[in-house]
T-cell receptor
């Protein structure tokens, strides 16, 4: 296994609510990236954190926000949930060679 | 033009067949290249990093052609367990952001 963990594994929310997803990176990896993956699509880059600072962002609105903590774990927060936010949310930590190792993901359903 | 393009497939092949996946990328400044494998409703898993000289790992061979901005993955002697989606991934120039293709679906049939 990759050593990257995510919680929770599954989540059901209603439209308009807020959600926080969590990720613990592999030991020694200081870069964490978050992705959204809809069914049948490739992962879409949300943002990346490097040493507690945002280090790149994809085409996601500001209601998608994040944090990285001193131990390099990370959170993804989504406000004002929409039905289209239903997806698998993946966290990946990056090795010194640039390889990304993924956690098992959080499957979010918005009803 | 998409930043990373793959043939979506699906590829349906019999066990024992050789299958090749192709991927093109648009950013000539890209330095790192990877193939990932993703099983249905699971997270992507790193299959191979692609080095400039090409590299082989058992039945899997990856090649890079910088001039044509093209990456390939060859699977020999396909197994049923190779059935998955194969994702081509390229780094976005000189930062750590990765650009993902949409994936190529492979089904290996008995």
């Amino acid at each position: 296994e990759t050593g990257v963990t995510q919680s929770p594994t599954h989540l059901i929310k209603t439209r308009g609510q807020q959600v926080t997803l969590r990720c613990s990176s592999q030991s020694g990896h200081n870069t964490v990236s978050w992705y959204q993956q809809a069914l049948g699509q490739g992962p879409q880059f949300i943002f990346q954190y490097y040493r507690e600072e945002e280090n790149g962002r994809g085409n996601f609105p500001p209601r998608f926000s994040g944090l990285q903590f001193p131990n390099y774990s990370s959170e993804l927060n989504v406000n004002a949930l929409e039905l289209d936010d239903s997806a698998l949310y993946l966290c990946a930590s990056t090795s010194y060679r640039g390889e990304q190792y993924f956690g098992p993901g959080t499957r979010l359903t918005v009803t | 033009r998409k930043e990373v393009e793959q043939d979506p497939g699906p590829f349906n092949v019999p066990e024992g067949a050789t299958v090749a996946f192709n991927c093109t990328y648009s950013n000539s400044a890209s330095q790192s290249f990877f193939w990932y494998r993703q099983d249905c409703r699971k997270e992507p898993k790193l299959l191979m990093s692609v080095y400039s000289s090409g590299n082989e790992d058992g039945r899997f061979t990856a090649q890079l052609n910088r001039a044509s901005q093209y990456i390939s993955l060859l699977i020999r002697d396909s197994k049923l367990s190779d059935s998955a989606t194969y994702l081509c991934v390229v780094n976005a120039g000189n930062n750590r952001k990765l650009i993902w293709g949409l994936g190529t679906s492979l089904a290996v049939n008995p």
